[in-house]
């Protein structure tokens, strides 16, 4: 009789699939001879049956918007938000690496659903996949699969979920995808690559650079000047927007060749977690093109401009009339030639990169840093670099006794010598840049010879000492044979008057 019986429900199972496989099949046939239209009738009024007897509110969140090419950032946000606090929740998950990453990300599966709780209250969320109808010719991969995010909860949780819960959700879910991200170092393009179905405004790659305020050859103190400066700006969204400023800061970082410019903006950008846009002036054709690769840029970025007094001339119009002797009066004026006054149309302008770092468009977006470098600051002209648009000069000066310490202990893994007596007194008469002084420094063996590498570096002080004695020699000598001259020529000239009025005389 058992037997029997258990057999009867291994029966009754198989009906029951059958006519779920049956239901299945027909409606595949319904909806491939139902119009369209039918059908998007049946599902919205299926929909308002449903809003009348349920007391729960659906929000769904596409995954592209109607007109954007782009995942929707209120989609990405969710998704990073669910795999942050509810994927462990979930049976079935999807591993992925995304652009820009430096770890697997692993999110909720198509399908799936998963359950949060917000100030006692209960939310559901399930991400669907709907395929498109019939052959379709699709152009774009978003439009042969649509993936949503629906969030459903009781109609009595409305306030907090509009007013508390999403807001809460954009957050974390910003704040996640900035963790799991790996920064990026961007260049601006061609004009002529940015248009077209892959054109782009800038390209990226992975930024990589080790450098940090630690590993920094950079007097301590004034280390931490500039740690306490960026920190003051990455935390201050309220104070910029109590004051009535746009959240950004400009910085000009300005000295000698190889004392540590580029370095301080990969430390910058590694202690903030910032990407990095490296703008490439001679490659830019005017201000319009200018403005359209700053609002292409995203938040919590630098924006750089190395050697700006080399890229392009931003003199302009700011060049000072000299007063015309009376001779070159009478000489003719140079014709302009046909094609000059397009040329000087069809350029970046010292207007147009003000206007870039401190005019209405600078304040689109907000959290960003921008920086110039050069190695000389008195070619710059002083409206580029007044208060207000570079905010701090940084002065990158030659290696002093402390940036050493920093870089022996970098390098050699050592924070006292017995030379470093010496290599003081030498430090505080001879100028060397930071990078030749790690040079110097730096072990040409796995084996760490200490003594052979501060030995090294004592011999490049000596001997740039030496030759800045002999460059000052020869300058004055230079200086003495030009005062012999101008004597000479002093001479000659009275002598020439003096034979001049004795003409006369006669």
């Known amino acids: 009789m058992e037997t029997i019986g258990g057999g009867g429900d ?70 990073a938000y669910l795999s942050a606090t509810c994927a462990s929740s979930a049976r079935r998950l999807r591993a992925d690496l995304s652009a820009g990453s430096d770890r697997m990300s692993v999110a909720v599966d198509d399908h799936e659903e998963v359950v949060d709780e917000f100030r006692g209250a209960k939310l559901w969320w399930r991400k669907n996949k709907t395929l498109p109808r019939g052959n379709v010719i699709s152009w774009s991969a978003h439009e042969e699969e649509r993936r949503s995010y629906c969030l459903t909860f009781h109609r009595r949780h409305r306030g907090l979920v509009d007013t508390l819960y999403l807001p809460h959700v954009l957050a974390e879910g910003r704040a996640a995808i900035v963790r799991n ?142 007063k015309k002797d009376k001779d070159k009066s009478s000489k003719k004026k140079k014709t302009i030639p046909p094609g000059a006054a397009k040329d000087e149309e069809n350029k970046v302008t010292l207007s147009g990169l003000l206007n870039f770092i401190d005019g209405l468009w600078s304040a ?38 402390d940036s050493f310490k920093v870089l022996a202990k970098n390098y050699l893994y050592i924070a006292d010598h017995e030379l470093f007596h010496e290599i003081r007194q030498l430090l505080g008469e001879v100028d060397m840049s930071p990078a030749d002084v790690a040079e110097n420094l730096m072990p040409k063996s796995k084996n760490k010879d200490v003594d052979g590498s501060l030995g090294k570096l004592i011999k490049a002080l000596k001997e740039a000492k030496e030759e800045a004695l002999a460059k000052a020699v020869a300058g004055a000598e230079n200086e003495e044979e030009a005062e012999d001259d101008d004597e000479e020529d002093d001479d000659s000239s009275s002598s020439e008057e003096e034979k001049g009025g004795k003409n006369k005389k006669d």
């Open 10 to 79: 291994g029966y009754g199972w198989a009906g029951v699939w059958s006519a779920v496989a049956s239901l299945i099949f027909l409606w595949s046939m319904i909806q491939q001879y139902v119009p369209s239209q039918l059908q998007d009738y049946l599902t919205t009024l299926s929909h308002r049956l449903h809003a009348a007897v349920s007391p729960y509110v659906t929000i769904s969140i596409d995954e592209y918007a109607p007109d954007s090419f782009s995942r929707s950032e209120a989609y990405l946000a969710a998704e």
């Open 364 to 401: 689109c977006g907000g959290e960003r840093i921008i920086v110039f470098t050069t190695n000389h600051k008195e070619k710059l002209d002083p409206a580029l670099i007044r208060r207000g648009r570079m905010d701090s000069h940084i002065e990158m000066s030659y290696c002093c006794f």
């Open 181 to 322: 991200r790996q920064r990026r170092l961007f260049t601006n393009n061609p004009s002529s690559d940015w248009s077209g179905w892959n054109g782009r405004v800038w390209s990226h790659v992975k930024l990589e650079h080790p450098s940090t305020f630690a590993t920094l050859g950079m007097h301590p103190s004034k280390k931490q000047d500039i740690i306490d400066d960026l920190e003051m700006f990455r935390d201050g969204k309220g104070y910029y927007a109590s004051v009535g400023k746009a959240w950004k800061r400009g910085y000009l970082l300005f000295g000698p060749p190889g004392t540590g410019k580029s370095t301080m903006i990969a430390a910058m950008a590694n202690y903030l977690d910032y990407d990095v846009y490296d703008l490439e002036l001679t490659a830019v054709k005017n201000n319009t093109e200018l403005r359209r690769l700053f609002t292409e840029t995203t938040g919590k970025s630098i924006i750089v401009v190395e050697d700006i007094d080399c890229s392009i001339d931003l003199t302009g119009k700011r060049k000072k009339k000299k």
